[in-house]
């Protein structure tokens, strides 16, 4: 049973049979095959969680990840010695065989576009999944869930 794979060729669609993705090379390339006739590759959702929370934390303009009260008990959790930050916290993934889903809860800092700020967080995930996984990011669900406003020098003001 071959495979195929449609990939863009300027403006015409071209089936190839057979086709192998490679990962983060963009939409229209290839997704490599995690299944061969030497074995199975499976990754665990916490893989997918970790590589996405990391690529959307390294948007400028993402303040943090995750509602308030997941914000609240990783603060507690890294006062204990020897606790880690979470690098999963505000992302949810569905993984199956060959493809990904990914739901991101993020607070992003006061004065950035969030339209813009949710596409770069959106095909950064998308491209680091992807390259890492060899999975297919189908779809990136982000949710604003809070903004953070910088105070000048005055943290236990209170907005009126």
Same mark, same amino acid.
């Given at each position: ?7 863009r060729s300027g403006s015409q669609a071209v089936e190839k049979e057979g086709a192998e993705r490679v ?40 303040y943090a990840l995750g509602s308030g009260a997941a914000r609240a008990f990783a603060a507690v959790r ?15 993934? /569905? &993984?199956? =065989?060959?493809?990904?889903? #990914? $739901? ?6 006061? !004065?950035?576009?969030?339209?813009? @700020? ?17 999975? /297919? &990011?189908? =779809?990136?669900?982000?949710? #604003? $869930? ?6 000048? !020098?005055?943290?236990?003001?209170? @907005?009126?």
């Amino acid at each position: 049973m071959a495979d195929t794979t449609t990939q863009r060729s300027g403006s015409q669609a071209v089936e190839k049979e057979g086709a192998e993705r490679v990962p983060g090379q963009g939409r229209s390339t290839e997704v490599a095959r995690l299944t061969s006739d030497r074995g199975r590759t499976s990754i665990a959702d916490g893989v997918v969680a970790k590589i996405a929370g990391i690529a959307a934390r390294d948007i400028s303009g993402v303040y943090a990840l995750g509602s308030g009260a997941a914000r609240a008990f990783a603060a507690v959790r890294q006062r204990v010695p020897g606790g880690k930050p979470n690098v999963a916290q505000g992302v949810s993934v /569905e &993984v199956g =065989e060959k493809q990904c889903a #990914v $739901d991101l809860a993020i607070v992003v800092d006061y !004065g950035v576009p969030i339209a813009e @700020l949710a596409a770069a967080v959106r095909e950064n995930v998308i491209t680091s999944v992807e390259r890492m996984t060899a999975l /297919e &990011v189908v =779809e990136v669900n982000i949710s #604003v $869930d809070d903004i953070h406003i910088e105070h000048e !020098g005055e943290s236990d003001r209170q @907005l009126q």
